[in-house]
């Protein structure tokens, strides 16, 4: 017995330190007891590589009365703005290429946390595909529930590594520039970026059914559910069109704001959409047109964007129908 106890120590040696290193690097914040490592780092190195993880975990160790919910268009709205602007705490849980039905699953992950007050999602129609689907967030949450799944999790093993490479270092281990001119970027995202999104396309019943769920369980408890239809520069709506897609974008809008709640849109021809000065890519807006749209749906003065309503939305079916015009 004593034979075996000395050769099971002797296994677990190295487990035992792993585990050491991982909660001294700790590049998530999972076990949050560590300063070897600054946060600036982590933030700069980790977050990129796994923003959703990095999110929840950070949601998790404090959680808040308001929400932000979006892919990588949502982090422009900035959190630090629109808190200014409202004087209420708010938590942005995104992740890069975030799917629809991630972000409902990210609003359930908050519920079982922390009942918010506001949600508002950000999407927009390129979301709306029933071939637009991922299961990270479940993966993500089960890390959450057991950290030996963490401290053997191999993407969190390459994280450790590269934090501390680039704390030893002082520079960025993770570059998130493309590699190519803006302009070639540009033309790379009209071109490969639409097909990818507008290319394959059918109506996503099931996600359209989960959205109807999430809004009557945050009804029920007492959230406020928003939508942010975010804008696409012109170039990237036209490709819609050129997919014979603008009926089923407009059906999108309809079904949002048939869901009985404030539908902000941004995505057709208006200043922002025109102007290639107001998105870093055809996609992604700026930082200063993030701040446009704050000012304008928190402070509920509409200028350039419109809220959705039953009047809009006839305008909207009208211009869809083969005999307008006739």
């Not at 595909?129 to 993500?140: M, S």
Request: net charge neutral.
């Amino acid at each position: 017995m004593k034979k075996f106890l000395i050769k099971a120590s002797i296994f677990l040696i190295p487990f035992l330190l792993w585990a050491g290193i991982v909660m001294v690097i700790d590049p998530f914040n999972y076990f949050n007891v560590s300063s070897l490592i600054p946060d600036r780092v982590k933030l700069r190195n980790a977050k990129p590589l796994n923003r959703l993880m990095f999110n929840m975990i950070q949601y998790k160790h404090d959680p808040s009365d308001n929400l932000t919910i979006g892919d990588s268009r949502s982090y422009n709205l900035k959190i630090a703005q629109i808190e200014k602007i409202t004087g209420d705490d708010y938590f942005l849980l995104n992740s890069n290429a975030l799917k629809l039905n991630e972000s409902f699953e990210l609003y359930w992950f908050a519920s079982r946390i922390k009942q918010p007050d506001k949600v508002f999602f950000i999407l927009n129609f390129n979301m709306f595909n029933k071939f637009a689907y991922a299961d990270r967030v479940k993966g993500a949450e089960g890390i959450l529930n057991n950290p030996l799944f963490y401290i053997f999790d191999r993407s969190v093993a390459e994280t450790c590594w590269l934090v501390t490479k680039a704390y030893i270092q002082n520079s960025p281990a993770v570059s998130t520039t493309p590699p190519m001119t803006r302009e070639k970027f540009w033309d790379w995202n009209i071109q490969v970026k639409a097909n990818d999104h507008y290319g394959k396309f059918s109506y996503p019943e099931t996600l359209y059914d989960e959205m109807k769920r999430v809004v009557r369980h945050a009804k029920k408890n007492g959230t406020e559910i928003t939508f942010i239809i975010v804008p696409h520069h012109i170039e990237m709506q036209a490709r819609v069109a050129d997919y014979g897609l603008t009926a089923d974008m407009n059906r999108f809008r309809k079904d949002l704001f048939e869901l009985g709640v404030n539908v902000y849109d941004y995505d057709f021809v208006n200043e922002i959409t025109i102007d290639r000065a107001n998105f870093d890519d055809p996609i992604h807006f700026t930082i200063a047109t993030g701040d446009r749209i704050i000012n304008e749906v928190w402070c509920g003065k509409m200028k350039i964007g419109r809220l959705l309503t039953s009047t809009v939305i006839d305008s909207l079916l009208l211009t869809d129908d083969p005999k307008h015009g006739d």
